[in-house]
Nanobody
Framework: QVHLVESGGGSVQAGGSLRLSCAAS??????MGWFRQAPGKEREGVAA????????YYADSVRGRFTISRDNAENTLYLQMNVLKPEDTGMYYC????????????????????WGQGTQVTVSS
């Protein structure tokens, strides 16, 4: 059982930055991902990275502004978010998958079997 705890959320103005962290009890051999969910909307994949950091994927809406990274020695996943926009507002979750994910499935929440409780990000205009 992997225990995931997110932190780093908060309220910022548009154009600002936040860095989310996800502390894991341990890392699996699979990919790790960040998802977000805005009120009234479905959960969507934001970014994912495999356990070696070689395969990294981003949603089109965040590419160029967000950076996913991981520290395997510290069992911590990060999401650096720059140039934040009001549409980035939502609850952000980290998740762990049991296997490597690729371009055609990293954004599928059903590929992940462990989830954190989420951290809220609010971006005001």
């Amino acid at each position: 059982q992997v225990h995931l705890v997110e932190s780093g959320g908060g309220s910022v103005q548009a154009g600002g930055s936040l860095r989310l962290s996800c502390a894991a009890s341990f890392f699996t051999a699979g990919s790790m991902g960040w998802f977000r969910q805005a009120p009234g909307k479905e959960r969507e994949g934001v970014a994912a990275v495999d356990n070696e950091g070689g395969n990294i994927y981003y949603a089109d809406s965040v590419r160029g502004r967000f950076t996913i990274s991981r520290d395997n020695a510290e069992n911590t996943l990060y999401l650096q978010m720059n140039v934040l926009k009001p549409e980035d507002t939502g609850m952000y979750y980290c998740a762990a998958a049991p296997r490597w994910l690729y371009r055609d499935n990293w954004y599928d929440q059903y590929e992940y079997n462990y989830w954190g409780q989420g951290t809220q990000v609010t971006v005001s205009s």
